[in-house]
């Protein structure tokens, strides 16, 4: 089956940049994705990328896809308290709307 | 963006009762939605596609006598988990596809299932 691999915590200062990585194993991915989990809430969509694609900038977000090492990061520019939350990567498992979810990543983000 | 509403957001219940999650979205039509579970500090794990008009797919390991899933409108699916114990306990979210095939999904608040 698909893994997709994340680390477990990150740990930032205000204003300092993250960069949340992801790893996967599905070759055949057509679209990755960014999910921002708050406590105790349901999954939000920062951002996607089309896997013919290896950079999406939006707003502070950037996303960089390695479609040959099968790696996808996301870097959050001028970390905000706000910004902390759980952070899932996700592709769809061989096309389609089923998504394979990563583990997830914690960011923390300190004063 | 598209709204996806859970209903109720936090239930108690006795063991060997049965607990009925709703998922709504609002705003548009959602010919599929899906069911997932999450426990603490973990991933999601899908556990159903939910097909308007048609039965639900499982995933492996996921018993369909126990988590019943019925989609009757394009608009509304049900979660039922029947007989419930304490290891079902869990976080249970919903999403919905608005139509496009991209995998792009909006997801409800979730439910926080606590069986006694």
């Known amino acids: 089956g698909e893994d997709v691999e994340q680390s477990l915590f990150l740990s930032v200062r205000e204003g300092d940049s993250s960069v949340i990585n992801c790893t996967y194993t599905?070759?055949?991915?057509?679209?990755l994705y960014w999910y921002k989990q708050e406590p105790g809430a349901g999954l939000q969509l920062l951002t996607y990328?089309?896997?013919?694609?290896d950079m999406k900038q939006d707003q502070r977000l950037t996303v960089l896809l390695n479609k040959k090492d099968k790696h996808l990061s996301l870097r959050i520019a001028d970390t905000q308290t706000g910004d902390s939350a759980i952070y899932f990567c996700a592709e769809t498992a061989g096309g389609g709307n089923k998504l394979t979810f990563g583990t997830g990543t914690q960011l923390k983000v300190e004063l | 963006g598209a709204v996806v509403s859970q209903h109720p957001s936090w239930v108690i219940c006795k063991s060997g009762t049965s607990v009925k999650i709703e998922c709504r979205s609002l705003?548009?039509?959602?010919?599929?939605m899906f069911w997932y579970r999450q426990f603490p500090k973990q991933s999601l794990m899908l556990m159903a596609t939910?097909?308007?008009?048609?039965?639900?797919?499982?995933e492996q390991g996921v018993e369909k006598d126990k988590f019943l899933i019925n989609h009757a409108s394009l608009t509304l699916s049900t979660l039922t988990v029947t007989s419930a114990h304490p290891e079902d306990s869990s976080f249970y979210i919903c999403?919905?596809?608005?139509?496009?095939?991209?995998?792009?999904?909006?997801f409800g608040e979730g439910s926080r299932l606590t069986v006694l």
């Open positions: 939910s097909n308007e008009g048609s039965k639900a797919t499982y």
């Open positions: 999403s919905a596809a608005a139509g496009r095939n991209t995998g792009e999904l909006f």
């Open positions: 705003d548009f039509q959602a010919t599929t």
């Open positions: 599905d070759s055949s991915s057509t679209y």
């Open positions: 990328i089309f896997s013919n694609m």
